[in-house]
């Protein structure tokens, strides 16, 4: 069997394709992957040893670069991806059994599949990026913003539904037309089936029924990482007492210019040392200004700036996690047991800060730029020690077979058994 599995988005919407097809391939199946061209997740598809097709143009380039999309550079952005799908999509799902979508809508996708002849999957990282009674839509979807006072939960929806129309909805029947093929109406839900996958942790990112979609919950698609931490990371770690982790990963930062610097003062302020995750925004330490008429020393023994890294590893060495709220930095944290503070900063970070704090395993901060007086009080609930009895005790309920679930339902939507049990799918991926 040949599996296709396509994204478009940042390091968390490929990292769990990565854990797919490990899972995939060791029940026998071939896999290609269609990701953004970065060379890191490149690297991450192929360490797994599936194939890696470069699709649109560089996620990091968009987001970190001089010029990153504009609103109104939106539409034309949205219709190149759609040309992609028909043109890069296509040719890669070629031979292959089925397709698994994911990642920023993947409109044009599910028809690529249907000329093809072929099962499509749509999987989502989110509970609450499906329409459902018990989410709002993210008010962050290109288009005309929401009337103000409208509250009603299938009215918005609604009204999410036909900005995808809006954005889409030209690009992709203009391909159809140019194929022979009838138009497209209602695009979102079309993208979506009527039985997407959640591919997220059931305790982390419960689905709660009560919609028209048969929803499969696979739980959350890991990749599992054996690489050790680096000696200089490890030697740190081991010189004092677990420091708080500060890392933001994929975001940008943008409206938080002196993010480092806060953050690093609101953690020695609670008198722990503190490990900086440079990240996508280049988080350091020698940049930054005065905080209260005090400046941050780089020299100090206190902290330590990591690039990529374990963050399975570092996680469980860690007082605290302070992070975006991406699916897979809440869940990892999670997984390792860590208190979490969550500074959310767009679509489904801020239910994932909501999650974090209802559960009982962190602190939602209000907003996306943190001042030293709201990081400090949040990291204060972070780091009391109910805090971390109720963390260690959710992270033994954290589920670790998502994508070994997801694997195998992929063989039984096209109708062939494995060619044998799932094994250790750490062994893919290690130093």
Known sequence: MRVLLTTYG??????????????????????????????????????????????????????????????????????????????TVAAAAEGCDVVVATGLLPVGTRSVAELRGIPYVYACFHPCELPSPHYLPSAARPGPPFPPGVTDNRVLWDLDARKVDALYGDALNSHLAALGLPPVTGVRDHVFTGQPWLAADPVLGPWQDLTDLDVVQTGAWLLPDQRPLPADLSAFLEAGAPPVYVGFGSMPMRGAPDVARVAVEAVRAQGRRVVVGSGWAGLGLTDVGPVDGDRIDGDRDDCFVV???????????????????????????????????VV????????????????????????????????????????????????????????????????????????????????????????
């Open 10 to 87: 940042s390091r968390g919407d490929v990292e769990p394709l990565a854990g797919l097809a490990a899972a995939v391939r060791e029940l026998g199946a071939q896999v290609r992957v269609c990701a953004p061209p970065d060379g890191e997740f490149e690297e991450l598809v192929t360490g797994v040893g599936a194939e890696f097709v470069p699709f649109g143009r560089s996620v990091r380039e968009l987001v970190t670069g001089v010029a990153p999309v504009s609103a109104d550079d939106v539409p034309r952005f949205a219709a190149e991806l759609v040309a992609a799908r028909f043109d």
């Open 344 to 431: 959310p900063q767009l679509v489904d970070q801020p239910r994932w800060a909501e999650r974090v704090a209802e559960l009982g395993i962190g602190a939602a901060h209000d907003g996306p730029t943190p001042t030293f007086a709201s990081l400090s009080a949040a990291l204060t609930t972070a780091l009391a020690d109910e805090t971390r009895a109720r963390a260690t005790t959710v992270a033994a309920m954290i589920r670790t077979d998502g994508a070994e679930v997801a694997a195998r339902l992929l063989f039984d939507v096209v109708g062939r058994s494995p060619e044998g049990p799932v094994g250790s799918v750490a062994s893919v991926r290690s130093a």
């Open 307 to 341: 690039g990529e890294v374990n963050q399975q590893r570092l996680f469980g060495r860690v007082a605290a996690v302070v992070h975006h709220g991406g699916a897979g930095t809440t869940t990892t944290a999670a997984r390792a047991g860590a208190p979490q503070v």
